[in-house]
């Protein structure tokens, strides 16, 4: 069984309240569809169905944060760049409050 190795970096355990949207995009002025936050850091960006793709684009700027969390609500799965694994974080908690996009 393929397993992450990444979990020590993981710092944020409990998600922010609410979020204002994907800090990149908020800044660039671009959209985004789907929320994703940084495991490492707390980075804020957007998933890969967005146009920027600015999850994706953290986790492999070079900082090693690979590990990604949905917040879009309901969904609990974590995501592992480097291993393109997806996994369920227990430790994980909170649930945190979205804008909704503003490609919908
Ligand atoms: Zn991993
Ligand atoms: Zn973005
Ligand atoms: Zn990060």
Known sequence: MTS???LDTITVTELPEEVAGCEDCLREGGVWLHLRICLAC???G???DSPNRHARAHAEGGEH???IRSLEPGEE???CFEDELAMLIPQITGQT???PSPML
């Open 42 to 44: 707390g980075h804020v």
């Open 97 to 99: 409050r979205i804008p």
């Open 77 to 79: 799965w974590c995501w």
């Open 4 to 6: 992450c190795t990444h």
């Open 65 to 67: 944060h690979p590990i």
């Open 46 to 48: 957007c998933c890969d």
